[in-house]
């Protein structure tokens, strides 16, 4: 789209987009793991299966965690402008 040569524009969607990535995961498996082991493996003494309806409700609420995690993150991207404003 910026008529980049190839390594020049993986390089650059790298930049824009692994401090992204890694800032939504850190959010989002983070919480899961809080869910998972803390919550449900040491408060309530219960199994979360990825068949029940308790776990994908805190995946939901693992989607806003990983949102809350990257905003903050894709702001100074794009700031920086190593990220392109949508």
Request: cysteine-free; charged content about 15%.
């Given at each position: 789209?910026?008529?980049?040569?190839?390594?020049?524009?993986?390089?650059?969607?790298?930049?824009?987009?692994?401090?992204?990535?890694?800032?939504?995961?850190?959010?989002?498996?983070?919480?899961m793991?809080?869910?998972?082991?803390?919550?449900?493996?040491?408060?309530?003494?219960?199994?979360?299966?990825?068949?029940?309806?308790?776990f994908?409700?805190?995946?939901?609420?693992?989607?806003v965690?990983?949102?809350?995690?990257?905003?903050?993150?894709?702001?100074?991207?794009?700031?920086?402008?190593?990220?392109?404003?949508?």
């Amino acid at each position: 789209m910026r008529n980049l040569k190839p390594l020049r524009g993986l390089w650059a969607a790298f930049k824009a987009d692994a401090l992204s990535l890694i800032s939504w995961q850190i959010g989002m498996y983070g919480f899961m793991a809080i869910a998972h082991f803390w919550l449900f493996g040491h408060v309530l003494q219960a199994q979360l299966e990825p068949n029940s309806a308790e776990f994908w409700f805190l995946m939901q609420l693992a989607m806003v965690s990983g949102f809350v995690t990257v905003y903050p993150t894709n702001w100074w991207l794009i700031r920086a402008r190593i990220k392109a404003r949508m």
